[in-house]
């Protein structure tokens, strides 16, 4: 029996294998396996008929508004979920319930209840602190000097259920995708400064770089990249 593929479906497929042969190239240019960069689809502004055609060709998914990810995670349980919007803290339960990973992190004090609720509800879940390393006013995030004066306390407060394993960024929006660089240069050193001390626990990931910039994030080390306009693109158009 052939089953039709319908356009969206054609259209995603082609966008997520357009994506992935760049991910190869600039992994197999700078001398990275593309083994080690996890694709974040980024569903946020997607329509639920996209997202339930994506689900057939990939596995992860990153959702902003932690309301949004708990209508959905539960429709495709088999997809892993990623948080990747800031969490209002009235909204932490949700994070905890249906994600696996949380990327936005953005202070002591959010990091202490994700611990908790993740023990109580005895649901592990790997944590990403977000740094704002542009300082931007706009930008949540821990600044860079914070994280390292307070590892030990940080690190002290994350625990076996609510697993520290790496740093994101936001990049500011440039006009080339050049222009990020010198910020996923710092978050991948904020990182290498952490793992020289010997505080436990490791940062294996670092998540940084989108549709716009991923090939420079990618070259400075990104272990997650969080793609969603180019994803989805040129599916509106199709709609109407
Ligand atoms: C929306 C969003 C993305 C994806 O951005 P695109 O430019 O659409 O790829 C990545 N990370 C975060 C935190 C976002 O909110």
Redesign the pocket.
């Known amino acids: 029996m052939t089953q039709e593929l319908g356009p969206i479906q054609t259209k995603l497929r082609t966008n997520l294998e357009s994506i992935n042969a760049r991910i190869s190239g600039t992994c197999r240019a700078c001398g990275r396996s593309p083994n080690d960069v996890r694709l974040?689809a980024?569903t946020?502004?997607a329509r639920w008929e996209w997202v339930q055609a994506l689900a057939k060709i990939h596995s992860t998914f990153?959702e902003?508004r932690p309301q949004q990810l708990a209508e959905r995670q539960p429709q495709l349980p088999r997809i892993q979920w990623h948080q990747?919007?800031q969490i209002q803290r009235n909204k932490a339960r949700l994070a905890v319930q249906h994600a696996s990973v949380i990327?936005?992190v953005d202070s002591l004090k959010l990091l202490k209840r994700l611990c908790l609720l993740a023990e109580q509800s005895d649901r592990p879940v790997e944590i990403l602190l977000q740094v704002n390393i542009s300082g931007e006013r706009s930008k949540s995030g821990f600044d860079p000097g914070v994280i390292t004066d307070s590892w030990e306390t940080i690190a002290r407060t994350a625990g076996t259920h609510a697993k520290l394993t790496g740093l994101?960024t936001?990049a500011p929006i440039g006009k080339i995708s050049e222009d990020a660089r010198p910020v996923f240069k710092r978050l991948s050193q904020l990182r290498q400064q952490i793992n020289e001390r010997d505080t436990s626990p490791e940062l294996t990931e670092l998540s940084m770089g989108?549709?716009?910039d991923?090939d420079v994030a990618i070259e400075e080390g990104a272990t997650m990249i969080?793609?969603?306009?180019?994803?989805?693109d040129g599916l509106e158009t199709n709609e109407h």
Request: hydrophobic share 50%.
């Open positions: 974040v980024v946020k502004y990153g902003s990747i919007g990327h936005s994101m936001m989108m549709s716009s991923f969080r793609i969603g306009s180019a994803l989805f």
